[in-house]
């Protein structure tokens, strides 16, 4: 584990292991597999709730009906807030585009300036920006550690094969939440390493 800015423990694995999504694989399936909702902050679930009216239309039936009997989110059997989930899996902002590729409909509306709301740039909630990073509590640290889920196969053989490490290829999300000064600093703790580990 690598300490990062004032609070952040990152893991070895971010730095090592290579990562890229392989969506004409995978068709985006991490929005409709599982058996829960990603990782909602409070402050996020404020943001979707502004835009809720808008996003309705837009949504499956199945999805609409989730969220006028559950509602947004729900705890998880750990006690964490995660958005609600369609069917035990898919996510109700997931949809499927024309050639069968998952995509968030949150997302394509902010890229596509579809909100009311000027300058809105919420985009897709920070957990599922970040994945397969997971961010964890470790004492007062915040743990930034790789998951590994099988429908990833394919993103790891990607990574392998054009050399990408996992923390370059989610250098945008890694940045919105962590900022621009700590991302250098993890890029200069990573090229410290590598020339460690090549001496």
């Known amino acids: 584990m690598f300490v990062i800015g004032n609070n952040t423990l990152v ?24 058996d829960a909702g990603c990782p909602v902050t409070d402050e996020e679930l404020k943001q979707i709730e502004a835009i809720l009216p808008e996003l309705l239309p837009h949504m499956t039936k199945e999805a609409r009906k989730v969220v006028e009997e ?27 585009d024309h050639n069968g590729w998952c995509y968030c409909l949150i997302e394509k509306m902010t890229k596509n300036s579809q909100f009311s709301i000027i300058n809105y740039q919420f985009s897709k909630p920070i957990s599922c920006h970040l994945y397969p990073i997971r961010l964890t509590k470790v004492g007062e640290y915040i743990g930034l550690e790789y ?7 394919c993103a790891r053989i990607k990574g392998k094969k054009i050399h990408l490490p996992l923390y370059q290829f989610l250098k945008e999300p890694l940045i919105r939440r962590f900022g621009q000064e700590w991302y250098d600093e993890l890029c200069l703790t990573a090229d410290e390493w590598h020339k460690q580990m090549s001496k």
């Open 11 to 34: 893991s070895l694995d971010v730095i090592e292991k290579e990562f890229c999504c392989d969506l004409d694989t995978c068709c985006g399936c991490c929005c409709i597999e599982g």
């Open 70 to 96: 559950q509602g947004l989110s729900y705890l998880d059997p750990s006690g964490e807030r995660v958005l609600s989930i369609v069917n035990g899996k898919d996510c109700i902002f997931a949809r499927t």
């Open 147 to 153: 998951h590994r889920w099988d429908i990833c196969h």
